[in-house]
């Protein structure tokens, strides 16, 4: 079994949300809307029916994003967003619109359930039960009556909820959209409850998955120990090199890809005091894979709490070995560092093309750069909520964003087909992650019907006995294996 730590697909898969900033062409975008062109010339709107969401200029273009929110009386409108985007020259080089004409929908604005109503139908939503009292640590006195809730039964971060509008049907639903980060499985989501009679009006996912239960697993079948890294039989010199990490280097993306290296000082300007630090003064505040961009720990125990993470000591010396014949607990010290290690790549690239602090990046501290620090990635290692998978969880611009790797225990399976000749071979095939089970089986194949094995099926006669092939689609695979084996 091998651990998926070692390559953090997930990281390139995610949703950012910003936090506002003044607009230097503030004026010149408003009149731009108000003035009903490009985008939204067939919007009608006064300058009270928008805001700014948020705002910066690109560090590699030097253009202006400028992001509006409609609302009505204080209270967004839900996906109702507008931009205007303007160069160098302070020109409108693009814009969009999600603007609606509200004065075209119904408007929907009674309230009867509470905030705390809200989170209780989000949980019954996802069939969580709560414990202990949700204790309310936070209300603001305005119109969408934003509130901060704590109960970790229902939540592994604090709940937050706030009024919006959701357009339906012609309809404007006043809803409490409550933030919930479940205590299950630790997926975030944006639920939209319905202010009147608690129906879940939307449900809208912030974490990204990327799932590998069903691949062939050809792309990680190399299952031996790697042989000596690059560095290895330098003498001491190598093995003790400050500010080093023995890692899979970029471009690598996999261990079957080639073996460890020793790289030193890998950060460029966009980490400028390295990756050790948070306080932007020389010297690192930890020796541990924690600094400004990630902190790299391992959460087996899936309580999305930091756990163990290696220490490199005063000189920052990660130097460790991996062994990917062995199990992925016996070299945590060498996958975490990876991890810490790709989390920082991936800053620092992303970083030179415009994903950078004002953007809405990742840190603990921006440096003064724009943007809202103290979200660098709480990135969990050898996470012991799944297996086959890697999931990013992306809250606003100031929250810190989770990145769960799993370790991968889907093993490789060969399916011989003897005849007919012209379709005869080996070919590569996967488990199922469900009850998994090590057969050996031959033979004669029998189509199911229905094809897809959704439903009992017409055919139990001439499947029985033989190995039914079921097409993929429609229902679960749970679903389509029960139905076989009845």
Known sequence: MKNLTLIPLALLCHVVFIAAQPAQNLTKANSYILNQQGAFKNVSLALEDFHVSSSHISSLSGVEHIYYQQSID?????????SVHINKEQEVAHATSGFLNASGFNLQNAKVLAGLDAINQAAAHFELVPTGETE???QQENASEEQVYSNRSI???????????????????????????????GFMYLLYVNAQNGNIEESIPLTVECNFGSLDGQSHENHHSFGPSQNEGQG???????????????PLEAPNEGGQSLVTAPWNAS?????HDTNGAAGAEFTITRGNNVYASEDQDANNIPGYSPDGGSSLSF?????????????????????????????????????????????????GNGGVGGDAVNADALDGSGTNNANFGTPSDGSPPRMQMFRWNNTKTTLNVNAPGNISGAF??????????SVSVTGSVVLAEPNL????????????????????GSCNFTVKVSNAVN
């Not at 980490?271 to 990756?275: A, E, T």
């Not at 590569?428 to 089970?437: E, I």
């Open 74 to 82: 204080g209270i967004d409108i839900l996906n109702a967003v507008g």
């Open 136 to 138: 309310l640590l936070e």
């Open 155 to 185: 939540s592994k971060s604090n709940i937050t909820t706030r009024l919006k509008y959701v357009p339906r049907d012609g309809n404007l639903i006043l809803t409490w959209e409550v933030f919930i980060d479940k205590a299950d499985d």
């Open 236 to 250: 001491d010199a190598a093995l003790f090199a400050p500010n080093s990490y023995r890692v899979y280097a970029i």
């Open 271 to 275: 980490s400028p005091f390295g990756w």
């Open 319 to 367: 130097e460790f070995l991996v062994d990917t014949s062995m199990d992925p607990s016996t070299y945590l010290d060498g996958s975490i560092t990876n991890l810490f290690y790709m989390n920082n790549i991936m800053h620092d690239v992303t970083h030179n093309y415009g994903f950078d602090e004002a953007a809405g990046n990742f840190q603990v501290n921006n440096y």
């Open 428 to 437: 590569t095939a996967s488990g199922a992650d469900f009850n998994p089970t």
């Open 453 to 472: 094995g959704c439903s009992a099926f017409t055919n139990p006669g001439a499947v029985s006995g033989k190995i039914a092939l079921i097409d993929r």
